[in-house]
């Protein structure tokens, strides 16, 4: 079983920056393709940010490209999404999630989210 608990989420305002964390219990992280997603109030989970298990194939979805950055420390079965310039429309609950097929499309393990909220 894997266990997904992420940190660093917080208060900021607009233009700012905020780094979420993600740490992963199940030794087999390094194999799985990890990635963040986020639920606005009213509004259903959207796909943030996905990585491979070897880092080298990242995805991002338009709405974040050349502002956040996904990266892992397989040592340390982490997972992190650096979030810079930062909107109040980025205001959501951010999920880490673990897909142990590899494929990008199933993820079986969610974390409990933290809280991002964006002022104007």
């Known amino acids: 079983q894997v266990q997904l608990v992420e940190s660093g989420g917080g208060l900021v305002q607009a233009g700012g920056s905020l780094r979420l964390s993600c740490a992963a219990s199940?030794?087999?992280?390094?194999?799985?393709?990890m990635g963040w997603f986020r639920q606005a109030p009213g509004k259903e989970r959207e796909f943030v940010a996905r990585i491979s298990w070897t880092g080298w194939t990242i995805y991002y979805a338009d709405s974040v490209k050349g502002r956040f950055t996904i990266s892992r420390d397989n040592a340390k079965k982490t997972v992190y999404l650096q979030m810079n310039s930062l909107k109040p429309e980025d205001t959501a609950i951010y999920f880490c999630a673990a897909d142990p097929s590899g494929t990008g499309s199933t993820w079986s393990y969610w974390g409990q989210g933290t809280q991002v909220t964006v002022s104007s």
């Open positions: 199940e030794r087999t992280f390094n194999s799985n393709v």
